[in-house]
């Protein structure tokens, strides 16, 4: 079985420049989340989408950040301008159903931003 | 939000039994207990999850107290390849309302020796 798809798995920016990244999740999974990791902290919820819908984005600073899951399967995750502060790994994961089931998580894309 | 408390590093000899104590004081009725294992450069991995008594798989066991305030993961016989950092998470694991179960801490960092 194919695990959680990530591209780039590298990005290196300027700060106030755009990014992309994208993920496709473990086929068959409903749930898909983006997660924030920064260097020495635990990864930190962005947004999770149930099918195409969103959850929960409480923590997404929306003013910068966006994500979308067009047809309940790949996404994608934009930072629209890009602060040195955003530089992390960020990691999608996705689990059969949400509440309670193992998450599956990808190899993540560490962004630098300069 | 039931928040958790782990130490933040432990060191162990190759072939010991590794115990990992994780708080839990606050934890609900509707609360699961879930551990995730990260290596370096990688997503984290599902490890185990369990409500009380005690959980066993092929990789590790979960002991839980009747109080369900703290649980102890359990790494049987470690290996150098053991070493990474350990999530342990608390959570409402049947609505998902708000991200509670999605709320990693900053981890116990294992290291083993050889």
């Known amino acids: 079985e194919a695990g959680v798809a990530q591209s780039p798995r590298y990005k290196i920016i300027e700060k106030r420049q755009s990014v992309a990244f994208w993920c496709n999740p473990i086929?068959?999974?409903?749930?898909l989340y983006w997660y924030q990791q920064i260097l020495g902290q635990g990864p930190k919820l962005l947004i999770q989408?149930?099918?195409?819908?969103?959850?929960?984005d409480s923590q997404l600073p929306k003013d910068r950040f966006s994500a979308e899951r067009l047809k309940g399967v790949d996404s994608t995750l934009k930072i629209q301008p890009a602060k040195l502060e955003d530089s992390a790994v960020y990691l999608c994961?996705?689990?059969?159903?949400?509440?309670?089931?193992?998450?599956?998580f990808g190899p993540g894309t560490r962004l630098t931003v300069l | 939000l039931a928040k958790t408390t782990q130490p933040i590093s432990m060191d162990s000899y190759e072939g010991q039994e590794v115990n990992i104590t994780c708080s839990h004081n606050?934890?609900?009725?509707?609360?699961?207990i879930t551990w995730y294992q990260q290596f370096p450069s990688q997503g984290p991995r599902f490890i185990i999850q369990?409500?009380?008594t005690k959980v066993t798989n092929e990789v590790a066991s979960l002991f839980i107290p009747a109080d369900r305030k703290s649980s102890t993961l359990s790494l049987p016989r470690v290996s150098l390849s053991d070493t990474a950092v350990y999530y342990c998470?608390?959570?409402?694991?049947?609505?998902?309302?708000?991200?509670?179960?999605?709320?990693f801490g900053t981890g116990t960092r294992l290291t083993i020796i050889p």
């Open positions: 606050n934890i609900a009725t509707n609360d699961y």
């Open positions: 086929s068959g999974h409903a749930t």
């Open positions: 369990g409500y009380k």
């Open positions: 998470l608390v959570g409402d694991m049947v609505s998902n309302f708000g991200n509670e179960k999605l709320t």
């Open positions: 994961a996705s689990s059969l159903e949400q509440g309670g089931n193992e998450q599956f």
């Open positions: 989408f149930q099918n195409n819908g969103v959850v929960d």
